[in-house]
Structures are given as structure tokens and as C-alpha cells.
């Protein structure tokens, strides 16, 4: 495994110890099977990683909104802090999906996914290289676009 992958794999075991085991291990009142858990996620949690990062968009996209839904659930739009956007999940998801449930971000939210700053995103979209939207921000799929199209991978 790279230490791409390693990084991914690594962000992933945690948030899935935090978001899911620990609750579940508190509410089982520290029940042994937790452990068998907590075996099944590292194992797997490299290859969601590996699907994520090179496997074909159909799986990298399966993977990746399964994980969200997962970690992230909520009655309202998937919308996670903008530093959020600078993780190796961030930049994974930014990479192969975009923005997973906005069509437009801010200037913020696009220069953390493409590693710029604010000014940067602005400069860009001045020159007609990433696509603004009509409602404010740029298209999350132009900034999508942009990562691949420079082969950006800055997880």
C-alpha cells in the first residue's frame, strides 16, 4: 500500500472507531464482539482506500457515498467544514466526486478541494478556467473536473 492509501486507510479506521465503535462499545457496555469489529474495519478500511483512490468511478463512487452516508449522516445536505476539504477523505472525495449533494461551493469550500487559496479560486474562475455557478461559487463538478484534469491526487 502507498502512503496515500495508508493515509486514507488510516483517517477512515479512525473515523469509523469514533463515529460507530466507540458508541457501539459504550452502548453493548464493552461486549468482546466490538474487537471483531474493530478487526473487520482495519482489514477492509485498506481497501476501501484502494477503491477509493484507484479504482474505476463506479466503485470509487459506491465506496465513497457509502462511507459519507455512513460517517456523516444527517437529516440535511452532506456540508463538512471547509479544513475538512484538506483530509485525505476531502481530497479523495473531491478528486473522484466532487461536492457529493451541491452542484455549486463557495470560493472557500473550491480552494480547499483544489489546494488554493480563496484569491486563487477567484483568479480562476476570472479567467474563465473554472466554471462559476449562476447562483454564487463555482461548479462542484468543474472543480472535480480541474483535480483530474491536473492528475491532482494530495491526499
Given at each position: 500500500m502507498s502512503p496515500v492509501d495508508e493515509e486514507l486507510a488510516g483517517q477512515l479506521i479512525r473515523?469509523?472507531?469514533?463515529?460507530l465503535l466507540d458508541p457501539l462499545e459504550i452502548l453493548v457496555d464493552g461486549h468482546h464482539a466490538v474487537d471483531s469489529l474493530r478487526t473487520v474495519v482495519h482489514e477492509r478500511a485498506r481497501t476501501w482506500?484502494?477503491?477509493?483512490?484507484?479504482?474505476?468511478?463506479q466503485a470509487a463512487y459506491a465506496v465513497i457515498v457509502r462511507a459519507i452516508s455512513t460517517l456523516y449522516p444527517g437529516d440535511?445536505?452532506?456540508?463538512?467544514?471547509?479544513?475538512?476539504?484538506?483530509?485525505?477523505l476531502g481530497q479523495v472525495v473531491a478528486r473522484r466526486v466532487g461536492h457529493?449533494?451541491?452542484?455549486?461551493?463557495?470560493?472557500?469550500?473550491a480552494?480547499?478541494?483544489?489546494?488554493?487559496?480563496?484569491?486563487?479560486?477567484?483568479?480562476?474562475?476570472?479567467?474563465?478556467?473554472?466554471a462559476r455557478h449562476p447562483e454564487g461559487g463555482v461548479r462542484s463538478a468543474a472543480v472535480r473536473d480541474r483535480l483530474v484534469q491536473e492528475g491532482t491526487r494530495r491526499v
Open positions: 473515523l469509523i472507531d469514533i463515529r482506500a484502494t477503491t477509493m483512490l484507484s479504482g474505476d468511478d440535511g445536505p452532506f456540508n463538512p467544514p471547509v479544513e475538512w476539504w484538506r483530509t485525505p457529493p449533494t451541491a452542484e455549486s461551493v463557495s470560493y472557500a469550500v480552494g480547499a478541494m483544489l489546494g488554493i487559496t480563496r484569491q486563487g479560486v477567484h483568479d480562476l474562475a476570472s479567467r474563465g478556467k473554472l
